[in-house]
């Protein structure tokens, strides 16, 4: 998981498009860094200080070549319910934790069942997001106070309300209707053009040259906090770590999410999930120590990163760097920024976090994806992002669990022979029955199993193929077992054909294979498991 030389594989050649590439995600980063400062509660110093360092650590210790780190939207909506019950001085400590589980995760190699998240959960965790910080912003659009409450829906609400009985400004408004028509027509004209960063620029210098009484970002530091260690008493660790797994979770998700992008935009190599935890877990860690707040793997500026042509971690390097000269030199500048202007910004990036085609391609796939998605969106409005997640992940599974046990199948089969077919008749179709079981016989399936199976009337002998059963756990076991007993006691003899030597251990511990009438009776193919039921019957059709 350590950083080696092949990560700078072909540097020598790409070193500007490296550099050009840094430049351009640097320029792009830096006003959602200040704007996820703030959503989050913590300021712009700390969305800044987060980019700045936690990008150039996940840049050389993370698991992909083109991704970059930082704030996210994601985090921030994560962090307000945090900083309102615990306080933001809290923060750096549940940062460091939620890192430190982070690492602990990479070294324990669940980087690969993390990916393993459901598609239709994170379109739906998504557009919950989006929702959320849309609305987080709408105190600062109109330029009010932001109102006391912890749902965002109500907040908005009453900061709409408080605006239209008089409190609100209209040139905060205007600021906002300056920045999003400005980065929405920009990427029109020119591609390359780093739309939120002129728009911002553009709403910064119309507020300063009409004297807008407007709120703006406030003081800076002129530069990087010397790192410290963070304290809290050892009483209250047991209370901060539900907060830390939360911020673990969505840290190692979304930045596994960003790296999968990356990978499919990018001809460099594919990301290693757990080396990428691991450098996302030391890039929050390293975070925490200077006051910022916890990062993640960022979608947007990792597309900018790739499409702006970087090959090599080079690039997110570059990024952090300008992202620092930004602190050294324009500190004083960035400080006038108006709030409305950052609003703008998040207000479109939460537009754009929603894409539709995704969201179409979900909602028409099947009703139970559809419903994952709903589901998903809703609860992380409504309630929590990690919960929602939980939640999406449960339905899904619970959803993939009843497709399976509907396709277990128990089939009665037709026995063609070359034999007299009158006799065949009388000795086989009306006297010996064969099912095939197929698919996973487990316990979402063992109830519907055991119905057909015992269903039987005027058979001497079941036959049951068992050579298409795929999966079988203990229910499915039980089940199979308390079929063979009910038909064992009407005096139906049970023949089982094709058991799976993988599949025998569960069913010899269910008692499945003691309860046959004979040892005899397993076979492992049709024709010698038919003969042996013909003799059973021929026996029998005298005394009947």
């Excluded at 391609?361 to 969106?377: K, N, Q």
Aim: with cysteine.
């Amino acid at each position: 998981m350590l950083p080696r030389r092949s990560d700078y594989a072909g540097a020598r050649r790409s070193w500007r498009q490296d550099v050009v590439a840094g430049f351009t995600v640097g320029v792009v980063a830096l006003p959602l860094a200040l704007a996820f400062g703030i959503a989050s509660g913590l300021g712009a110093r700390a969305g800044l200080i987060t980019a700045i360092v936690a990008g150039l650590i996940a840049a050389v210790f993370g698991g992909s070549n083109v991704a970059v780190s930082g704030p996210t939207g994601a985090m921030a909506v994560v962090l307000v319910p945090i900083v309102a019950a615990h306080g933001a001085g809290i923060v750096v400590v549940v940062g460091a934790l939620a890192g430190l589980l982070i690492v602990v995760g990479a070294i324990c190699r669940i980087g690969r069942i993390l990916a393993f998240v459901p598609w239709p959960v994170i379109e739906g965790f998504t557009v919950g997001i989006a929702v959320i910080i849309f609305l987080q912003q709408v105190p600062n659009a109109l330029g009010v106070a932001k109102p006391a409450g912890t749902n965002n829906a109500v907040v908005a609400g009453r900061a709409v309300w408080t605006a239209l009985a008089g409190s609100g400004t209209v040139a905060a408004l205007g600021v906002v209707l300056v920045v999003v028509v400005l980065m929405v027509i920009l990427p029109r004209l020119h591609r390359a053009l780093p739309a939120s960063l002129l728009a911002v620029a553009a709403a910064t210098i119309g507020a300063q040259l009409f004297g807008l009484r407007v709120a703006r970002i406030g003081t800076l530091p002129a530069s990087l906090p010397l790192p410290s260690l963070p304290h809290v008493p050892t009483s209250d660790l047991g209370s901060l770590f539900g907060p830390a797994l939360a911020i673990a979770l969505l840290a190692a998700i979304e930045s596994l999410l960003s790296a999968k992008v990356a990978d499919g935009m990018s001809d460099a190599p594919r990301h290693d999930p757990d080396r990428e935890l691991f450098g996302q877990g030391l890039a929050n860690i390293g975070a925490s120590l200077f006051g910022g707040m916890p990062a993640t793997g960022a979608i947007a500026r990792t597309a900018v990163n790739v499409r702006a042509g970087a090959r090599t971690r080079v690039a997110a390097m570059v990024h952090s760097g300008v992202l620092l000269l930004v602190v050294f030199l324009a500190g004083g500048l960035v400080a006038r920024i108006p709030l409305a202007a950052l609003a703008g910004v998040l207000m479109v990036t939460a537009v754009r976090m929603v894409e539709p085609h995704n969201v179409r391609a979900v909602m028409g796939a099947t009703r139970g994806d559809a419903l994952v998605l709903c589901v998903t969106a809703i609860v992380t409005v409504a309630f929590d992002l990690i919960l929602a997640i939980e939640i999406g992940v449960a339905v899904a599974a619970g959803l993939a669990l009843v497709s399976v046990a509907r396709a277990a199948s128990v089939e009665p089969e037709a026995i063609e022979t070359e034999v007299d077919a009158d006799v065949e008749h009388e000795l086989l179709h009306q006297h010996i029955a064969v099912y095939r079981i197929g698919g996973a016989v487990f316990f979402g399936a063992a109830q519907r199993f055991l119905t057909e199976l015992t269903a039987v009337s005027d058979i001497k002998v079941v036959i049951i193929r068992c050579s298409g059963v795929e999966v079988i756990d203990a229910t499915g076991a039980h089940a199979l077992n308390e079929t063979i007993a009910e038909l064992e006691g009407r005096g139906v003899t049970v023949l089982l054909k094709g058991v799976r030597p993988e599949h025998r251990q569960a069913l010899a511990s269910a008692g499945a294979i003691d309860r046959l009438a004979s040892e005899h009776h397993q076979f492992d193919t049709l024709d010698a498991a038919i003969a042996h039921a013909r003799m059973h019957v021929q026996r029998e059709l005298p005394a009947a």
